[in-house]
């Protein structure tokens, strides 16, 4: 069974840091591209950062948020330093079929999605 697991949510004072971790069981990240997408109260889940043979970032995290992959625990992570209060939702690992040179947000391309985890950035 193919799954997708986030852990590493929490809340943290703006300026902070927090790292993300998503495990996958039943696929090989090797072979998967592997997003980050969040949702905030009232808003439409978005894409934060994604990972194949490249990486992509959203406008709003690039140059504080760092996405990397470990191949021996089959597990992704999201770094996420500079904490901003817009920056609090709950966020969510997927995995789409498929490497790539690159990769993007469309959300129906990934077919597995974990849980989510919330983060809280207060002022």
């Known amino acids: 069974q193919v799954q997708v697991v986030e852990s590493g949510g929490g809340l943290v004072q703006a300026g902070g840091s927090l790292r993300l971790s998503c495990t996958a069981f039943g696929l090989s990240i090797n072979d998967y591209v592997m997003g980050w997408f969040r949702q905030a109260p009232g808003k439409e889940r978005e894409g934060v950062s994604c990972?194949?043979?490249?990486?992509n970032y959203a406008d709003s995290v690039k140059g504080r948020f760092t996405i990397s992959g470990d191949t021996a625990k089959n597990t992704v992570y999201l770094q996420m330093d500079s904490l901003k209060p817009e920056d609090t939702a709950i966020y969510y690992c997927?995995?789409?079929?498929?490497?790539?040179?690159?990769?993007?947000?469309?959300?129906?391309?990934?077919?597995?999605w974990g849980q989510g985890t919330q983060v809280t950035v207060s002022s």
């Open positions: 990972i194949t043979r490249g990486t």
């Open positions: 997927a995995a789409a079929r498929g490497r790539f040179r690159d990769c993007g947000f469309v959300q129906q391309g990934y077919q597995y």
